[in-house]
């Protein structure tokens, strides 16, 4: 199997003057930043194309993201959060008017999530978007490629964050999209 005539655009959420969900000195921004490398690190090992939407701790708006993985040609885009709002676990989000496609893709990476982080499954999850909402991202209307998001924990959980603050726990969030993703594209016809 080729990988090479797939196009993943990583979006890692937040940045610059919008850090996330904040607990003490820890920010979301930081976090989705450092899962997204893992994630483009792993994907680009099987051959898979990719770009980001940023490297580094700068603020762009959600039409902005989407329409850079317009613009790169993407037919897949993930754009990688964090929760809070109290909770534990992990939820990856479809839009309401995807497609199909879009939710067997969300639901190969929560799997792989959930089984490589042996956290809890908080499922797919369906939700509408306004313009300038962080789920507008995904939107069908925003981008054209199949759009998730996942929630990598709960920033303002105890059990979670600590969890994040690992490096090796971040590294394999990152691998573990990924990988969810690489099992999504083995489920499709062939590409010409
Ligand atoms: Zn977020």
Redesign the pocket.
Known sequence: MSYSIYKVFIDA??GGSDP??VNGNFY?KDF?LDIAKHTRDRLNSYGVQTRMSRETDIKLTPNQRAAASDAYGANILVSI??NAGGGTGIETWKHDNSSSYVKQLAQAVNNKLVSSLGVRDRGVKSAPSQRGE?IYVIDPVATKAWAILPEILFMDTIADLEKLKSSTFRRNAGYAIADGIISFINTLPPMQ
Do not use: K, L, P, Q
Request: overall charge negative; charged content about 10%; hydrophobic content about 20%.
């Open positions: 959420g937040h996330g969900a979301e989705a959060h964090n962080n």
